[in-house]
């Protein structure tokens, strides 16, 4: 098992742009083992799959998951087809960094309902086909309105029914899903590839979500209770956190209980 860190921005907890290069160097004299890649992170900050893969290795850090933005929910045909051709090309960058972890976000923040969710349903297959015959294996989170609770993925990625079609697990999504985190860990435990790391205690002044983030080892979930469970079913993947909430997460107090609770996997 490692700890990660999922590279979605070049912003700081302040919001300001920080130099995200002295960022990563900084996470790993917190734990910091692996950083999940975002293809629009690099390609907002003008980088490369190649020279992202030197940086890590320069830091001593490695690539855990490759992740694309597509849309395979849309009812725009061609805009599924492009989606398709995104995929191909994580394809590729997966082969380059010498990964077998492909990961797809996007749709599911502006789609519900039983017709996009069979849409959903049909685009990934197509998906994790490719992925297949790339020797990779391919996942979704939980998130927005579609696949936000754990019996609608669950019900998806059944319904998609492709070995190499898994579950990146975020804890902190369920929560705001309205849903325990701890009752989707065991439905989902023999599915789950990847796990994102984000916290929350209650704040009832909060709307709509009455949910403010805290620092991992603080609120809900317990993350402990939830990567025992996937041991369990023989997870030895990557718990990534995600670098959200602002100074409310305190990111590096999160990496360094992240990174106790990965080191107790190996005592």
């Known amino acids: 098992m490692k700890t990660g860190i999922m590279l979605m921005s070049d912003r700081g907890p302040d919001g300001q742009p920080?130099?995200?290069?002295?960022?990563?160097?900084?996470?790993?004299?917190?734990?910091?083992?692996?950083v999940d890649l975002f293809e629009r992170m690099l390609s907002n900050v003008g980088e490369t799959v190649t020279g992202a893969k030197r940086l890590l290795d320069d830091l001593g850090l490695e690539p855990s998951i490759y992740c694309v933005p597509t849309d395979l929910i849309s009812p725009d045909a061609e805009v599924r087809k492009q989606s398709l051709d995104t995929i191909r090309a994580g394809?590729?960058?997966?082969?380059e960094l010498g990964i077998t972890q492909l990961f797809s976000h996007g749709g599911q923040h502006n789609n519900e309902g039983e017709d996009a969710l069979l849409r959903y349903v049909d685009g990934l297959g197509q998906a994790a086909d490719l992925a297949a015959e790339a020797g990779l294996t391919f996942s979704i989170e939980n998130a927005g309105k579609m696949c936000h609770t754990h019996t609608e993925l669950k019900r998806c990625i059944d319904l998609i029914d492709r070995p190499n079609m898994k579950v990146t697990f975020d804890?902190?999504?369920?929560?705001?899903?309205?849903?325990d985190s701890h009752e989707a860990a065991p439905l989902?435990?023999?599915?789950?590839?990847?796990?994102?790391?984000?916290?929350?205690?209650?704040?009832?002044?909060?709307?709509?979500?009455?949910?403010r983030y805290c620092p991992t080892g603080d609120g809900s979930p317990d993350y402990?209770?939830?990567?025992?469970?996937?041991?369990?079913?023989?997870?030895?993947?990557?718990?990534?956190?995600?670098?959200?909430?602002?100074?409310?997460s305190d990111w590096m107090r999160s990496l360094d209980v992240l990174s106790e609770i990965v080191g107790e996997t190996r005592s």
């Open 224 to 248: 402990r209770r939830i990567r025992d469970v996937f041991m369990a079913a023989g997870f030895d993947g990557c718990m990534s956190f995600e670098p959200e909430g602002g100074h409310d």
């Open 171 to 179: 804890g902190g999504n369920f929560i705001l899903a309205g849903c």
């Open 188 to 211: 989902l435990a023999d599915q789950v590839t990847h796990v994102h790391i984000k916290s929350f205690v209650p704040d009832p002044e909060r709307s709509p979500r009455p949910f």
């Open 18 to 34: 920080m130099d995200w290069r002295a960022f990563l160097g900084t996470c790993k004299e917190h734990g910091l083992e692996a």
């Open 91 to 95: 394809i590729d960058a997966c082969h």
